[in-house]
């Protein structure tokens, strides 16, 4: 059965780093999310893309963070300078349509110090 | 903002018990979908509910909606070790605008001793 795949797995960076998280999202799939779960809080949405272009964002997605379609098969999220606060497991997730499931990837736990 | 609120938020039980697990919002919502999530890996879609006052099984998995759309419920009966999990609900909001996005509830953590 097709997936949504991540890499990396796990990522350790230093504040004010940048990070490229990367996923591949199922290929016939047209509708793409970034959505991140701070430790033991809840899975909160991040940004949507669809037609090569964003489609909404949230308050978190500030001008840190950017996201990119740079192929066929790839999205990628972005955050420029990282901070303490954006260690969390992000996630990616991606549908067929705009009603059917999203699946999600298995995460790419990003730890900041 | 629309919230989901799950309870309760930890659960341990033994096997073969019932559970129940709650979402509830004040905010209606096109469909509510459950989750589970284990350690280390993304959530796993467990069902899709759309109509208020839907029920539907998935063995022994129980899903209802409410009838006004605003609340769901989560059943297990004889739960067993491999049930453990974080059970997650989340929710379309009726006007999805472009995206469509999905807002999740708490979550469930829950834990069966064998």
């Known amino acids: 059965e097709p997936e949504v795949t991540q890499t990396p797995s796990h990522q350790v960076t230093q504040m004010g780093q940048e990070v490229i998280l990367r996923c591949v999202p199922i290929?016939?799939?047209?509708?793409f999310y970034w959505y991140r779960q701070i430790l033991g809080q809840k899975v909160e949405f991040l940004v949507s893309?669809?037609?090569?272009?964003?489609?909404?964002k949230s308050e978190i997605f500030d001008d840190q963070f950017s996201v990119e379609r740079p192929d066929g098969s790839n999205f990628t999220l972005k955050i420029r300078s990282t901070k303490l606060e954006d260690s969390a497991m992000y996630f990616c997730?991606?549908?067929?349509?705009?009603?059917?499931?999203?699946?999600f990837g298995n995460g790419t736990r990003l730890t900041v110090t | 903002t629309q919230l989901l609120e799950q309870s309760p938020q930890f659960l341990s039980i033994q096997e073969g018990e019932n559970l129940t697990v709650y979402c509830n919002s004040s905010?209606?919502?096109?469909?509510l979908q459950w989750y589970r999530q284990e350690p280390g890996e993304g959530p796993v879609l467990l069902v899709t509910?759309?109509?208020?006052?839907e029920v539907k099984k998935l063995k022994r998995l129980t899903f209802q909606f409410g009838d006004a759309r605003k609340d769901s419920s989560l059943h297990i009966t004889a739960a067993q070790p491999g049930d453990t999990g974080l059970y997650l609900c989340?929710?379309?909001?009726?006007?999805?605008?472009?995206?469509?996005?999905?807002?999740f509830g708490t979550g469930t953590l829950l834990a069966v001793q064998p």
């Open positions: 509910v759309v109509t208020g006052g």
């Open positions: 290929s016939n799939h047209l509708y």
């Open positions: 997730a991606s549908r067929a349509d705009y009603n059917s499931p999203l699946h």
């Open positions: 989340a929710g379309a909001p009726p006007y999805g605008g472009a995206t469509n996005k999905l807002i």
């Open positions: 905010s209606v919502f096109s469909s």
């Open positions: 893309f669809y037609n090569n272009e964003i489609s909404e």
